[in-house]
């Protein structure tokens, strides 16, 4: 097992990393893959796509090294390439504009969950498992905090065609959380309790 150096500072480590030290990179890759690899996740049909993303990210990241200026978080920063490598492969994917008149529902009601039973992996794999748009659109909203409008201009669609693919992806998620409270729920009362 390799011992990898300590850096006692961020700005150290990225000091290190714009020298070109292959020893720096890998701790940085080290020390924020798993949470980069939780983003991309998020946005990618398949844990092999998520892992693409990741590694294409992070060279990147070290391809920009020498552009970070120090404001702001060092992990902010790494997140914002990896977001945008996301993307990137998002718009690779979808070779078609997004349908304007998909899924044009009406506000999807927020539902109080039992969470502390929901598997999490499995809530992943429900969000993959959403249409490419509605995927993008609901991690960009819901997790990444942007608007519509911000969307619409990241993505090249309409502010309409991402409020529509939001609440396609929210209905979506709903019933999967209603069917995993439905099972939660049965299994209680098999087991006698309330």
């Known amino acids: 097992m ?3 150096p300590l850096y006692s500072t961020d700005a150290e480590l990225v000091a290190a990393c714009q020298r070109g030290k292959a020893s720096a990179q890998e701790v940085v890759y080290q020390q924020y893959s798993r949470r980069m690899f939780g983003l991309c996740m998020r946005y990618a049909a398949s844990r092999e796509e998520a892992e693409d993303i ?6 990147k990241v070290f391809a920009k090294i020498t552009q970070y200026q120090h404001t702001g978080s060092f992990e902010g920063w790494i997140r914002r390439i990896i977001l945008n490598t996301a993307i990137e492969y998002y718009r ?3 070779r078609t504009p997004l349908q304007e008149e998909l899924c044009y529902a009406e506000e999807a009601p927020y539902a109080n969950w039992q969470l502390e039973s ?4 499995a809530l992943v794999r429900q969000i993959q498992a959403l249409p490419d748009g509605c995927r993008a659109v609901f991690n ?3 997790v990444e905090g942007y608007s519509h409008k911000e969307i ?6 309409s502010e309409g065609t991402s409020r529509s693919q939001l609440n396609y992806a929210k209905r979506k998620l709903q019933a999967y959380l209603r069917g995993v409270s439905i099972q939660t729920h049965s299994n209680r009362q098999a087991d006698g309790n309330p």
Request: without cysteine.
């Open 2 to 4: 390799r011992i990898l």
């Open 54 to 59: 990741l590694q294409d990210g992070f060279v």
């Open 92 to 94: 690779r994917r979808v």
């Open 118 to 121: 929901l598997d999490m992996d």
């Open 140 to 142: 960009l909203f819901e």
């Open 152 to 157: 619409a201009e990241m993505l090249g669609i």
